[in-house]
């Protein structure tokens, strides 16, 4: 089930870059910055439904991963958001 405020999310980051590619062209998508950022957010987005269906096997009972599992990843989005806001506020390039 996807949670309303992903698809917003996603609506909303999908409607900056068409303002982005209206002002600028689309070349910037293809800088190594953005692919960072990009790549952030698919991941994030991924980790985001496994989460989803991990909540509910939990409720269920039926979970595999055990409480150090869930400790050792606890910090998977926080170096996620690290690498996507020093991508975009650097915007470096292999230039």
């Keep these: 089930i996807l949670n309303p405020a992903m698809i917003l999310a996603w609506v909303f980051g ?3 870059i068409h303002i982005d590619v209206s002002a ?3 070349a910037f998508l293809a800088e190594p910055w953005m692919v960072a950022k990009l790549a952030g957010v698919f991941m994030l987005s991924g980790w985001h439904g496994f989460l989803a269906a991990q909540r509910k096997k939990i409720a269920a009972g039926t ?6 599992f869930w400790r050792m990843t606890n910090e998977v989005p926080f170096v996620l958001a690290i690498v996507m806001v020093l991508s ?3 915007e470096w390039t292999f230039r």
């Design 14 to 16: 999908l409607w900056l």
């Design 24 to 26: 600028r062209g689309a």
């Design 63 to 68: 979970s595999k991963y055990s409480g150090k």
């Design 88 to 90: 975009v506020t650097t």
